[in-house]
């Protein structure tokens, strides 16, 4: 490849909305961003992600997953009428929230774990609000242009072309946002069924309530706010500061070597001026999202979302020059590079202190090891991570999917029958958490000569009965147990009602308490 003047090289006319000489006031006027087109590995990487992400979002509830004729085919189903959440094979029932609940703390220090590794990656590519941005920016650039007709048009008079084209991208975001509000209410009821009510204007108001704010809060952050809403509104920005160490990788300007700063490379060679690769071209500035100049260094705006690693990464190609001004590098790495640079900090950066003769670099340079993000403190977050991971996946292999309650009437207690003997009440619920029909066979164990009885099944009394109960549902039945008077010790016993599906092997247990009178000592 052919190595070009710096002066070939177009210079853009960008200027970051934050700046490390410059702050703007607490509250300012918003500045508009046009970003440019970005080509590279980081964006090529965050299509992916993006493709991903939206295809499980708007894909997801659509989704199957045959559990039987008892229970919903939905694949991913929040269903709060029943207070089920489905997940494919697993059925999360409201008193097994903790699996919910460790899902979260993973999640968490999964999130901790990825930012103290490479920063603020969860901003960069995943987070839902850079994900929608970036597909409003992409419907943007297909209806106004790349970033220069898109100033020039944002700057134009207002013509009738103008006019078609803002309506024609307002009306496509509109879609986006619509759709995006109603994909999240599909999670929450069989989605075909819904789609035809939402149709038909037949749903329950909450699901166009739910659509319209949803709507609403899509269009204005991923549309019109943009980055504010990460800038002012998120807090992830003022907390991760605090998860990075020395180690930690951020998108980084290495000024080490492209400064000082010069577009007339030959002249300053001429004159005898040390020169950086740093070409002053702006590219950076021009394809950032949030209108950052990286090379004022790290700033709370940064999402390091790479795509100036990417700009950056093209314009060093054309010049003939290496790549990775702009680059993921850790603070250490930075600093000892700017060491050798400025010869310990005694003078300006210096470029032939990093170079040799032919240009490479010194072999003092520090460069990029994995081994240098996979430290302590990683090890210790992935392994907090993985145990709760096991043990959820160990509860979700062992969990019973049978359950007894019991309830002792409270008024009266116990009631004396006609032959002395005593009676008490109990509510017994039986909880069958499959989705299929089941007998369980109810037992007493325990209480010396006594018996129970069932309401509305047959024989009468007996230690064991065979009660059917429904697919994913909880059976509540009333049982009565009787003690002859001449078996009662004390005013206070203890029995178990035991549970058990003899085709399963899974039962259940219960200690209740069996009360009596005083006199009946």
């Not at 997801?60 to 089920?84: E, I, K």
């Amino acid at each position: 490849m052919p190595v070009l003047d710096q002066t070939q090289e177009e210079r853009l006319e960008a200027e970051a909305v934050t700046s490390a000489t410059v702050r703007p006031p607490l509250y300012a006027a918003r500045k508009k961003i046009f970003p440019g087109r970005a080509s590279g590995r980081f964006r090529q990487f965050k299509w992916l992600v993006m493709a991903i992400t939206l295809g499980i979002y708007y894909l997801g509830p659509w989704l199957r997953c045959d559990r039987g004729p008892y229970a919903p085919n939905q694949a991913v189903l929040l269903d709060l009428a029943n207070r089920r959440f489905y997940f494919f094979s697993i059925e999360i029932w409201p008193q097994e929230f903790y699996y919910v609940a460790g899902l979260l703390m993973m999640a968490g220090i999964g999130l901790f774990m990825v930012t103290s590794m490479v920063g603020r990656a969860w901003c960069g590519y995943t987070c839902p609000q850079t994900v929608w941005v970036d597909l409003f920016l992409v419907v943007e650039r297909a209806i106004e242009g790349d970033r220069n007709a898109r100033i020039k048009l944002d700057a134009g008079p207002w013509t009738l072309r103008k006019i078609l084209l803002c309506m024609t991208k307002h009306a496509v975001w509109l879609v986006i946002a619509v759709a995006t509000g109603g994909a999240w209410i599909f999670y929450f009821a069989d989605a075909p069924k819904l789609l035809g009510e939402i149709m038909a204007g037949t749903a329950a108001s909450a699901a166009y309530v739910t659509i319209a704010v949803l709507t609403g809060t899509t269009y204005v952050f991923g549309g019109l706010m943009r980055e504010q809403v990460c800038t002012y509104m998120c807090p992830w920005p003022r907390i991760q500061a605090a998860m990075l160490d020395e180690n930690s990788l951020t998108v980084t300007y290495n000024d080490w070597r492209g400064e000082p700063r010069s577009r007339h490379t030959k002249k300053a060679v001429a004159f005898g001026q040390p020169v950086g690769d740093c070409v002053d071209c702006k590219s950076c500035m021009a394809v950032c999202p949030m209108g950052v100049d990286i090379r004022d260094g790290q700033q709370l705006a940064c999402i390091t979302c790479a795509l100036c690693i990417d700009a950056c990464d093209g314009v060093m190609a054309k010049l003939g020059r290496a790549r990775g001004l702009i680059s993921y590098a850790t603070l250490a790495d930075y600093n000892a590079n700017m060491a050798l640079a400025t010869a310990n900090g005694t003078g300006a950066v210096n470029p032939t202190l990093i170079r040799n003769s032919n240009t490479s670099f010194v072999d003092g340079v520090a460069h990029f090891d994995l081994r240098k993000i996979l430290r302590l403190r990683t090890f210790i977050y992935l392994g907090a991570w993985s145990a709760i991971g096991l043990v959820l996946v160990y509860g979700l292999l062992t969990r019973e999917r049978l359950e007894l309650n019991v309830l002792h009437d409270r008024n009266p207690q116990f009631v004396t029958l006609s032959d002395g003997s005593i009676r008490n009440g109990y509510t017994v619920k039986l909880l069958n958490m499959i989705a299929e029909p089941r007998t369980i066979v109810l037992t007493m164990e325990g209480l010396a000569g006594a018996d129970m009885s069932v309401a509305g099944v047959d024989p009468p009394a007996g230690r064991s009965f065979a009660i059917p109960v429904e697919p994913d549902r909880l059976t509540t039945i009333k049982v009565f147990v009787r003690q002859p008077a001449d078996q009662i010790n004390k005013p206070m016993q203890s029995f178990t009602f035991r549970i058990a599906d003899e085709t399963s092997s899974e039962s259940a247990e219960y200690t209740a308490r069996f009360n009596a009178p005083e006199i009946a000592r």
